[in-house]
């Protein structure tokens, strides 16, 4: 299972940016996809999930600022980050949780994209 990523780069505090997720390989169902992000020196922490027909979870850092989306149909994910802050600059990690091809549920990660707000 593949996850790959998009949309990572440098903007100026108050702007925005689009991080997109697209999973691919054998996977019989995702049940949780999401993004999760790493500053320097800290460990990573969670940022945004949504469940297969759920509602969304925010971490409380981003919530008003940040929205969450998923295409079933193509196995993707998104995240909108709005009113961006120098405090999340981090690398951003896809996330993603479902059953593989023997059954099992399992976890996959991205390659990781960064994300830079200068102020």
């Known amino acids: 299972v593949q996850l790959v990523e998009s949309g990572g780069g440098v903007v100026q505090a108050g702007g925005s940016l689009r991080l997109s997720c697209a999973a691919s390989g054998r996977l019989l169902s995702i049940n949780t996809m999401g993004w999760y992000r790493q500053a320097p020196g800290r460990q990573r922490e969670f940022v945004a999930t949504?469940?297969?027909?759920?509602?969304?979870n925010y971490a409380d850092s981003v919530k008003g600022r940040f929205s969450i989306s998923r295409d079933n149909a193509k196995n993707a994910v998104a995240l909108q980050m709005n009113s961006l802050k120098p405090e999340d600059t981090a690398v951003y990690y896809c996330?993603?949780?479902?059953?593989?091809?023997?059954?099992?549920?399992?976890?996959?990660w991205g390659q990781g994209t960064q994300v830079t707000v200068s102020s």
């Open positions: 949504i469940r297969s027909g759920g509602s969304p």
């Open positions: 996330y993603v949780q479902g059953i593989n091809e023997f059954g099992a549920p399992s976890d996959y």
